[in-house]
């Protein structure tokens, strides 16, 4: 299991990589959204249930290639 403060820190670290990246979420392998950070002032694009959904469908995506 992921350290929560880890994730945490590894989110912010990407959002800090560059300004075009709004939003990073990390999911488990079965596509469960386990941290979810995004840049402070921007309009999410997306609800928290539609970026669960989201995530759960790449997932789905990715092991059938």
């Not at 709004?22 to 979810?36: M, P, Q, S």
């Not at 950070?37 to 059938?64: F, P, Q």
Request: glycine letters at 6%.
């Amino acid at each position: 299991m992921m350290d929560d403060k880890f994730l945490y820190r590894f989110s912010k670290d990407v959002l800090g990589l560059d300004p075009s990246i709004r939003w990073v979420g990390i999911t488990d392998k079965t596509g469960v959204l386990l941290n979810v950070e995004y840049r402070e002032g921007m309009k999410l694009l997306l609800s928290n249930e539609e970026n669960e959904e989201y995530a759960s469908n790449a997932i789905k995506r990715h092991k059938t290639r």
